[in-house]
């Protein structure tokens, strides 16, 4: 449970500016993803990972950026083109690929000034 | 297309009775279902999968192909069971695919 962790729990956006969302886990999980929740809509997921040095883009990656240059790290950037980024984002990662049970991190709340 | 319906955003429910929180799913073949819950201040966590077949803090849930449907039940609620539960598909490509949510509300 603790081993995937967040940070920061809160995240101010000054308009134009870009953000990076933190997320680490020491769980020697193969696979990562970054979902967003919003009010009345779930999560949507955003971009996963696979494998080091590959992502894909999920459902709703239109303003958002990636990395994972390392198999414990992977980091989500918020663009200033993603135009409503107010949410709370949701960090998860599975052993062995996307077939396995994903565990989630605590969150980072992103918002707006 | 694949997807989950939550067709109740709220449920309120007295403690000791029982509740049911509705999830309906679109997917052509053998669905892989779940449910995950996230209590207040914790993070969201898989309660269970429709594949175990098991009863996770007294919580089931019962695929019904012929309904489309895997509704979680639980014939005595608690207040501990006061959470957001959210009903996901696991897609042809891996990816989850949640419903809206449902947050239930267990009143003494």
């Known amino acids: 449970d603790g081993g995937i962790t967040q940070s920061p729990k809160y995240l101010f956006r000054k308009e134009g500016q870009n953000v990076t969302l933190s997320c680490e886990q020491n769980?020697?999980?193969?696979?990562m993803y970054w979902y967003r929740q919003d009010p009345g809509q779930g999560l949507r997921l955003i971009y996963y990972?696979?494998?080091?040095?590959?992502?894909q883009k999920g459902d709703i990656a239109e303003g958002y950026s990636v990395s994972r240059e390392k198999k414990e790290s992977f980091p989500l950037t918020v663009t200033s083109a993603q135009k409503n980024p107010t949410a709370f984002y949701l960090c998860?990662?599975?052993?062995?690929?996307?077939?396995?049970?994903?565990?989630f991190g605590p969150g980072t709340r992103l918002l707006v000034l | 297309a694949q997807r989950v319906t939550q067709p109740e955003k709220l449920l309120s429910v007295f403690k000791g009775a029982p509740v049911e929180l509705k999830c309906n799913y679109s997917?052509?073949?053998?669905?892989?279902l779940f449910w995950y819950v996230q209590y207040s201040r914790q993070r969201l966590q898989l309660l269970l999968r429709?594949?175990s077949r098991e009863s996770i803090k007294g919580f089931t849930a019962d695929l019904n192909k012929g309904e489309t449907s895997f509704h979680l039940k639980k014939p005595f609620a608690q207040e501990e069971d006061s959470a957001m539960y959210y009903c996901?598909?696991?897609?042809?490509?891996?990816?989850?695919?949640f419903g809206a949510g449902t947050t239930v509300t267990v009143r003494a």
């Open positions: 429709h594949i």
């Open positions: 769980l020697n999980h193969d696979a």
């Open positions: 996901a598909l696991k897609k042809r490509d891996y990816k989850l695919s």
């Open positions: 990972s696979q494998i080091v040095n590959d992502f």
């Open positions: 997917y052509s073949g053998s669905p892989e």
């Open positions: 998860a990662s599975s052993i062995n690929g996307m077939k396995e049970t994903q565990y």
